[in-house]
């Protein structure tokens, strides 16, 4: 039996009559009848929400181009809306978590959790609401996982944004889904280009084709939503050293790099190159990410 959401605490009912039902919402097709939501309900009327999907099994470049993306977009001040699934959306919601920025996590289950899917992302939906976000679901707040529940899930991601990216995803993914979602909804797609060999880029490579918008970064979408973001001033020009800037502009290009790459890299002497990243890392700018291997703090 279900467990009504006016009996479970910290639940609260939105119907779709109820003036706290966000609008973007209300007006797509077949919109959910009702809402059943954990943590901070007004985020439903913010108009920053950004959509942020992909692989459940994400490579080392998708995870990289994630986190990248999703933290300049939640510093500009976006609202990252995502499914709460493993790989890619776990991901971006993390990512807008320690941005200090707000995400909302849409459920392909009900809420509480002793259902709530995945269950080893019940700690990360704790922490969403703890920071201020949003858990939600059309479902009442007991009803367990089911297959359907996911296509369904990804229209509401869509309907809450204005625009949707999709990072790295198969040809067979949801991610895809979400992205025809959010063409039906008159909504914007961004897709990340990916290498033509990887399975896991077929898919936003084969929206590129289809007419989605490519991006190289953050910054395509904040340009597109000028109205709503603001370009904070890049790290690199906030330092001022010339070796630093060059080393920032490479572990942000490139990712994690060991310190003797690096050096050939930038035709740098150990020495400067020492002094330059102990002064990186006394700023917080980079951090080790293993021994001599230096990447960028977010």
């Known amino acids: 039996m279900l467990v009504s959401s006016m009996r479970t605490p910290g639940v609260t009912h939105i119907a779709i009559t109820d003036a706290r039902y966000p609008e973007r919402l209300r007006h797509i097709s077949n919109p959910p009848r009702s809402l059943y939501c954990r943590g901070n309900t007004s985020l439903l009327a913010s108009d920053a929400c950004i959509g942020v999907v992909g692989s459940r099994i994400p490579t080392a470049y998708g995870k990289d181009v994630t986190h990248?993306?999703?933290?300049?977009?939640?510093?500009?001040?976006?609202?990252?809306?995502?499914?709460?699934?493993?790989?890619i959306d776990g991901i971006a919601h993390r990512a807008a978590l320690l941005a200090h920025a707000h995400?909302?996590?849409?459920?392909?289950?009900?809420?509480?959790?002793?259902?709530?899917?995945?269950?080893?992302?019940?700690?990360?939906?704790?922490?969403?609401?703890?920071?201020?976000?949003?858990?939600?679901?059309?479902?009442?707040?007991?009803?367990?996982?089911?297959d359907y529940m996911f296509p369904d899930r990804n229209r509401i991601i869509s309907g809450l944004s204005r625009g949707v990216i999709v990072t790295e995803a198969n040809e067979k993914s949801g991610a895809l889904i979400t992205a025809r979602c959010a063409v039906e909804q008159d909504r914007d797609v961004f897709?990340?280009?990916?290498?033509?060999?990887?399975?896991?880029?077929?898919?936003?490579?084969?929206?590129?084709?289809?007419?989605?918008?490519?991006?190289?970064?953050?910054?395509?979408?904040?340009?597109?939503?000028?109205?709503?973001?603001?370009?904070?001033?890049?790290?690199?020009?906030?330092?001022?050293?010339?070796?630093?800037?060059?080393?920032?502009?490479?572990?942000?290009?490139?990712?994690?790099?060991?310190?003797?790459?690096?050096?050939?890299?930038?035709?740098?002497?150990?020495?400067?190159?020492?002094?330059?990243?102990?002064?990186?890392?006394?700023?917080?700018?980079?951090?080790?990410?293993?021994?001599?291997?230096?990447?960028?703090?977010?």
């Open 68 to 87: 990248t993306i999703t933290t300049a977009l939640a510093h500009a001040g976006a609202v990252i809306v995502s499914g709460l699934a493993l790989g």
């Open 103 to 146: 995400t909302i996590a849409v459920v392909g289950s009900g809420i509480h959790e002793s259902v709530l899917y995945p269950q080893s992302h019940c700690s990360l939906a704790r922490e969403i609401v703890a920071a201020d976000g949003l858990i939600l679901s059309e479902y009442e707040p007991t009803t367990p996982a089911r």
């Open 191 to 298: 897709a990340v280009p990916g290498s033509i060999l990887s399975p896991r880029s077929a898919g936003p490579n084969r929206l590129i084709r289809d007419g989605a918008t490519p991006i190289m970064g953050a910054e395509d979408v904040i340009h597109a939503y000028s109205d709503i973001f603001s370009l904070q001033p890049s790290r690199q020009a906030r330092i001022k050293d010339k070796l630093q800037q060059r080393i920032v502009a490479e572990l942000a290009t490139h990712g994690p790099q060991h310190i003797d790459h690096l050096a050939r890299t930038l035709t740098a002497s150990p020495s400067d190159l020492f002094v330059a990243l102990t002064h990186l890392a006394l700023a917080k700018h980079i951090i080790q990410s293993a021994p001599d291997t230096w990447r960028i703090i977010s």
